[in-house]
């Protein structure tokens, strides 16, 4: 690849990560067509890997790729509307958006688009899953991962959801106050998916992850901001910027992984947790607990180490007795075990776990096997522990969490 290929190539990488969902919710904004914004957009970032490299990187990547697609969406607009009624509308968009784009000043519809995704009339289970492809760029087998899907399932449900908001006229804008409620979860649910995607791959390895938990931050941020007195929104911030903090601390210096236990707690983001713990009292200030307020109030117990020392088990086993009445999971059921483990012992941890062993969504979750085999290790069933690692192993995409694993299953053979 030539400098100049290897320099398209980039500009086009940073577009996509840093624009993408500025762009769609743009482009879809007016037309409600969000699958028809993402393929112009799509086609795009094809005809710009194929011309920068020839003509350079425009000045200003945002605009190129704004009136190419907005050309392309115009096209299709005409092929499927033939009436001449209808083209003065396409003349009115295509001159509405030629007009940004040469200003070079596209105004950020991402959170309309996001509280559109979340409209009453698209189908709760798919909604989050809509806002993370559509203002975030997120492939569907990537999405269907998250939430413990086949791809096909999702595909087919994003399609019929992008459908919806075309049929339906849904509105892309931010809704009234007393609207608030019903959709705020959704939109919540779906930011923090995308931060636990981002979170997977710490070191940016993976395009399709790259940026994302800054992204998810972000957004997070902007929703905090429109909402100041919204607890949960205020808390699902301050749990991000927990996890954050610890970013630097999840790896050694030889790039291998280190558990939360054996983190070095002097490279925290102090500052990230200043802030975190701030948001959390006030989010506190409400009479009402969410989901959000118990687990960043879980976080915050584990970020209380670099002052304390120690971890606080027993605060920990209450908050997730807590969350499991609010937002029951095999993802709390499972910390919920390790933390009785920590209290109780590591018979009551893994009876614990025995209870979920029916639910079919753990067959491949990899921390499943991880803290099964860890439990079983302590208490001296080796055998069933070897086994139970090498589930683990198998399952984890992480290559040094897998040297990880494998250290603690050789362990048990010597």
């Known amino acids: 690849m030539t400098d100049k290929a290897a320099l398209a190539r980039a500009a086009a990488e940073t577009a996509a990560r840093h624009s993408y969902g500025k762009l769609v919710a743009f482009l879809s904004a007016r037309s409600r067509d969000v699958a028809g914004a993402e393929d112009a957009l799509a086609d795009a970032f094809a005809k710009a890997l194929a011309t920068w490299p020839v003509s350079g990187v425009p000045a200003h990547p945002e605009a190129w790729l704004l009136t190419v697609a907005r050309r392309r969406a115009t096209d299709q607009h005409r092929r499927r509307q033939t009436n001449e009624a209808a083209q003065p509308h396409l003349k009115l968009i295509s001159e ?46 990537t999405i269907a991962s998250a939430f413990l899907v086949s791809p096909a399932t999702m595909s087919q449900r994003l399609v019929r959801a992008k459908a919806r908001i075309r049929e339906a006229g849904i509105p892309f804008r931010i809704p009234e106050r007393a609207e608030f409620p019903e959709r705020l979860s959704a939109v919540l649910e779906a930011i923090y998916a995308a931060f636990a995607e981002g979170w997977t791959d710490p070191a940016g390895t993976e395009t399709r992850r790259r940026n994302l938990a800054t992204e998810a931050i972000w957004l997070g941020r902007l ?56 948001l959390l009292r006030q989010a506190g200030h409400s009479r009402e607990l969410g ?54 012992g590591a018979a009551a941890g893994l009876s614990a776990l025995d209870a979920i062993g029916d639910d079919r969504r753990i067959d491949d979750y990899q921390p499943y096997w991880a803290a099964r085999a860890g439990l079983l290790r302590d208490l001296g069933r080796a055998d069933e522990a070897r086994q139970a690692y090498e589930r683990a192993i198998g399952l984890e995409r992480d290559e040094s969490v897998r040297r990880f694993l494998t250290a603690k299953q050789a362990a048990l053979v010597n």
């Open 96 to 141: 509405e958006m030629e007009e940004e784009a040469v200003r070079e000043k596209l105004p950020d519809d991402r959170l309309g688009l996001i509280f559109a995704c979340a409209h009453p009339a698209i189908e709760p289970g798919v909604r989050a899953p809509l806002i993370l492809q559509t203002v975030l760029g997120l492939d569907a087998a």
């Open 291 to 344: 989901r959000y307020q118990i687990e960043a109030a879980i976080q915050s117990v584990h970020a209380a180490r670099r002052f304390t020392g120690a971890t606080d088990w027993q605060a920990l086993c209450s908050f997730y007795d807590a969350l499991a009445l609010v937002a029951g999971s095999p993802v709390v059921a499972i910390n919920r075990a390790v933390a009785i483990a920590e209290t109780q």
């Open 223 to 278: 929703v905090a901001g429109l909402m100041p007195d919204e607890p949960e929104a205020l808390a699902l911030l301050a749990l991000m910027l927990y996890a954050e903090a610890r970013r630097g601390a999840r790896r050694d210096a030889s790039g291998d992984f280190v558990p939360l236990s054996e983190q070095d707690m002097g490279s925290w983001d102090t500052k990230l947790m200043g802030e975190a713990d701030a």
